[in-house]
């Protein structure tokens, strides 16, 4: 009923810059929170970021000061922007919602994921 469409995964080399987008469509009704997971290869899937409907904002300690979450509500899409990129945040990376549609209570959905990897 939500789907979640990623962009701006790639490679870069180590103190460069990316920038995710994703955004949502369907039958929403209303969305909260909209954020960014990511996983390592053996690794488990952890938070990045997370960007609450109001504008407040939650960040994983290894990208405070490096990554900014942002959120244009009207066009139902978050981003992601990741500066002074390091070869440890490679791996990919899921954007995630909680949202409500026609006849749902509030449930999380993610996107497919989109692949970050940084050279050393």
């Known amino acids: 009923q939500v789907q979640l469409v990623e962009s701006g995964g790639g490679l870069v080399q180590a103190g460069g810059s990316l920038r995710l987008s994703c955004a949502a469509s369907g039958s929403i009704f209303s969305i909260n929170a909209m954020g960014w997971y990511r996983q390592a290869p053996g690794k488990e899937r952890e938070l990045v970021a997370t960007c609450l409907s109001g504008g407040s904002t939650t960040y994983a300690d290894s990208v405070k000061g490096r990554f900014t979450i942002s959120r244009d509500n009207a066009k139902n899409t978050v981003y992601l922007q990741m500066n002074n990129l390091r070869p440890e945040d490679t791996a990919v990376y899921y954007c995630?919602?909680?949202?409500?549609?026609?006849?749902?209570?509030?449930?999380?959905?993610w996107g497919q994921g989109t692949q970050v990897t940084v050279s050393s």
């Open positions: 995630t919602t909680t949202a409500k549609t026609m006849g749902v209570w509030w449930t999380d959905y």
